[in-house]
């Protein structure tokens, strides 16, 4: 068994057999990059209505497993990149949440890849922070949801448990590649960084179920 499909299974049995994994999006700010300390510093999830209708409540994101009790260096804290387990890319080292908003410093590997990623993030090719959990708790948005959140609230996440947050390409559009190539004729990165993110770029769109029940794994992606 690979070391990625053990962590597969460590975060299947974090909830009943048979849950589906869905994708979410939601807006938010560029990360920002500091090369001499190799660490991205960004938001990975607010309180704000995503594309798929749901708020989730930060307050109501459990980190103990990820992070460790009280903030302890106890939890998992691995991020990796796009999700993907056999590819580990740095770890946390402060998470927090503030005014709706969950803030993330991530030191990234000294491996050449760390370099790309680091190189990439800077200059707003690769934009994302992700976030994945199971939803714990969940309900339909009441009439004053929508009053405080706006019309396109359909469901509010109250609890969740977070597993993991990753640094991905999404949203990744033509111009980004186009731009990456160019980097990769100057030498600026490597032509494997590009040809990984193409390969994410080209994979298609996932068609979101309506948002009822509980206990999924979500990934609730910035951009």
Same mark, same amino acid.
């Given at each position: ?13 974090? #909830?009943?057999?048979? *849950? ?7 807006? %938010?700010? $560029?990360? @920002?990059?500091?090369?001499?300390? +190799? ?64 803030? #993330?410093?991530?030191? *990234? ?7 790309? %990623?680091? $190189?990439? @993030?800077?200059?707003?090719?690769? +934009? ?77 769109? %996932? ?17």
């Amino acid at each position: 068994m690979t070391y990625s499909q053990l962590l597969e299974r460590r975060h299947a049995g974090l #909830a009943p057999d048979g *849950i589906d994994t869905i994708t979410k999006r939601a807006q %938010i700010a $560029t990360p @920002v990059v500091d090369f001499d300390q +190799r660490l991205i510093k960004g938001i990975v999830s607010c309180e704000s209505v995503d594309m798929q209708g749901d708020v989730v409540i930060q307050k109501g994101i459990d980190t103990s497993y990820f992070a460790g009790p009280d903030e302890s260096d106890l939890g998992v804290r691995t991020v990796y990149f796009d999700h993907d387990y056999s590819r580990p890319i740095g770890k946390n080292v402060r998470l927090s949440v503030n005014g709706g908003q969950m803030f #993330a410093t991530t030191y *990234i590997t000294k491996l050449p890849e760390g370099d790309d %990623i680091l $190189t990439l @993030v800077d200059e707003g090719i690769i +934009r994302g922070l992700s976030i994945g959990f199971r939803v714990l708790e969940a309900r339909n948005a009441s009439h004053m949801d929508q009053k405080s959140y706006g019309e396109g609230c359909q469901r509010v996440i109250e609890k969740a448990l977070m597993l993991e947050y990753s640094i991905t390409p999404q949203p990744c559009n033509p111009d980004a590649i186009l731009t990456m190539a160019t980097m990769v004729s100057q030498k600026r990165i490597k032509p494997q960084t590009l040809a990984m993110v193409k390969s994410w770029a080209a994979k298609p769109e %996932i068609v979101i179920p309506t948002p009822t029940k509980v206990g999924k794994t979500v990934y609730l992606m910035s951009s």
